[in-house]
């Protein structure tokens, strides 16, 4: 099950031998973060985009706001695995000095470089080299006359402001072009979006921008990339939060993968929220399976419940999982219960099944359950139901007392 993309033509950014990712046009969508590093900086740099890389980041962006960035650039590109957007602001000069550093495409801020013979100088020379163009309008620095006539930052104002950029392309002829309307504001961010996507055909990258730390800038990422994805609006992703930025393509994937937009590449470690029939720590279970899990890169949907009177069931589309009880961990495959184990022992357990899983196949660990454990899990479920009753939380004894103590 999946959302239904709406169609955009597609931008495709880089180009083989090289590496080359394809924005829009039906093209899986994209996860791009921005280095931290001076881009004068190239070890610095590189070492930077190939964690960002390592971690799912398909396209990664520069700043390019000196000449010794452009000449970092010129570095930097033969040598990353994945495409080299240039970040120019303000000087025309940097984008072309940004061209013949061989970076893949650029992003330019519409309202930052305003002189038409300027924007149009640096469309002409991309159409030349076949280098797209994100036009990437930005709330907080909207072009002031912009703003004026449409009574500050408003959708259609960030909009009218891509359309201006792109009447200026089309003047030498040029379209190869991705498109942006980021705004700190998620509900102004979704609206321009919204408005954007009925106004043109181009790919669009979506962005909460200044969104913050962790976790009120994931949070609003979400919100907003999230909700316009589910509209099948979005060709193209990036978290702008204030971390180390693998964070923004962990969360930019997390999302994607969530939605089914991408293919998982790594762990879904789902886990109960604990509660009052917990029969273990599931907050220390749960972090330790997963630091375990993600050292080994595996990619299952592994399920963590505090307890087996309810976990087996719920969990039961995860690949694997383990639930407690009476002191044992309750190994599961797709909801059966395939071995029972020291609840100290839980964790190791439940990676050495994954990793059997990995080697042998779901059917082959569930062929091999060792007999009896089914049994064993369900006798210690229907114990923990005999002596918790539904009333895990005791309420009828807590009115009882009340009544007590109000003499009722
Ligand atoms: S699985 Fe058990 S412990 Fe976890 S929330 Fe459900 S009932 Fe509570």
């Known amino acids: 099950m999946t959302f239904e993309r709406r169609t955009t033509r597609q931008v495709v950014v880089g180009r083989p031998p090289g590496p080359s990712v394809a924005v829009g046009g039906g093209a899986p969508v994209s996860v791009q973060s921005m280095t931290t590093t001076k881009t004068a900086d190239v070890d610095g740099t590189l070492s930077q985009i190939y964690a960002l890389a390592g971690a799912g980041c398909d396209i990664v962006r520069c700043t390019c706001n000196e000449e010794e960035a452009a000449e970092g650039l010129a570095r930097i590109v033969p040598r990353s695995p994945v495409p080299v957007v240039a970040d120019i602001h303000f000087q025309h000069t940097l984008a072309l000095a940004a061209m013949e550093a061989g970076v893949q495409a650029l992003r330019l801020n519409p309202g930052n470089i305003r002189k038409p013979a300027h924007i149009k100088a640096v469309a002409a020379e991309a159409k030349d080299r076949g280098i797209p163009i994100r036009i990437g309008v930005n709330a907080g620095s909207l072009d002031p006359e912009i703003a004026e006539r449409h009574g500050g930052a408003t959708p259609e104002a960030l909009v009218a402001s891509a359309q201006r950029e792109l009447a200026y392309f089309a003047e030498i002829g040029f379209d190869d072009v991705k498109i ?69 393509v962990r969360a930019g994937r997390t999302l994607l993968e969530a939605l089914g937009l991408r293919e998982r590449k790594g762990l879904d470690l789902i886990a109960c929220p604990s509660c009052g029939r917990a029969e273990v720590d599931v907050i220390q279970v749960a972090s330790a399976a997963q630091a375990a899990l993600t050292d080994r890169n595996i990619p299952l949907q592994v399920a963590v419940m505090g307890c087996v009177v309810n976990g087996p ?27 029972v184990v020291p609840e100290a022992d839980m964790v190791d357990a439940l990676v050495a099944e994954a990793e059997r899983i990995m080697e042998e196949g779901v059917d082959a660990v569930l062929a091999s359950a060792d007999a009896g454990a089914e049994a064993e899990a369900e006798a210690t479920r229907l114990e923990l139901l005999a002596t918790q009753g539904e009333d895990v939380n005791h309420v009828e004894e807590h009115v009882e007392r009340i009544r007590e103590i109000t003499g009722d």
């Open 180 to 248: 942006s309307v980021k705004a700190s504001n998620v509900r102004l961010m979704i609206d321009a979006y919204r408005l954007l996507s009925e106004t043109v055909d181009h790919p669009l990258h979506l962005g909460v921008t200044e969104a913050g730390p962790p976790p009120a800038g994931l949070v609003k990422s979400t919100a907003g990339i999230g909700t316009l994805l589910a509209e099948g609006i979005g060709d193209t992703i990036r978290y702008s939060l204030t971390a180390d930025p693998v964070e923004e």
């Open 313 to 339: 069931g719920e969990a039961r589309e995860a690949d694997l999982g383990i639930a407690a009880g009476r002191g044992k961990g309750h190994l599961f495959v797709k909801g059966h219960v395939v071995r």
